[in-house]
Nanobody
Framework: QVQLVESGGGLVQPGGSLRLSCAAS????????VGWYRQAPEKERELVAN???????NYKDSVKGRFAISRDNAKNTVYLQMNSLIPEDTAVYYC?????WGKGTLVTVSS
């Protein structure tokens, strides 16, 4: 019933930007905590950013000042704006809400 669809990944040069989207159905993002996670090759999946219904936001230290999580309640969509990208940001990025994962979108940062 719950479905999360990520989009916006791709190949970018170091220093570039991408905006990821998580379009949700069957669940209301404005009243649930939503997280962006990522998993690099041979690495564990890790939390990148989390937004709560109150508006409280948390970020992984290495992305602070570069990434911004936000939501558009009318579109029931959560975004991750990624600026000043570095090769270490390369990973599959996943959206998570209330026990459901999206399928992920691949971000590759390379020159």
């Amino acid at each position: 019933q719950v479905q999360l669809v990520e989009s916006g990944g791709g190949l970018v040069q170091p220093g570039g930007s991408l905006r990821l989207s998580c379009a949700a159905s069957g669940i209301i993002v404005s009243i649930n905590p939503v997280g962006w996670y990522r998993q690099a090759p041979e690495k564990e999946r890790e939390l990148v950013a989390n937004i709560y219904s109150s508006g409280r936001i948390n970020y992984k230290d290495s992305v602070k000042g570069r990434f911004a999580i936000s939501r558009d309640n009318a579109k029931n969509t959560v975004y991750l704006q990624m600026n000043s990208l570095i090769p270490e940001d390369t990973a599959v990025y996943y959206c998570y809400v209330r026990g459901t994962w999206g399928k992920g979108t691949l971000v590759t940062v390379s020159s």
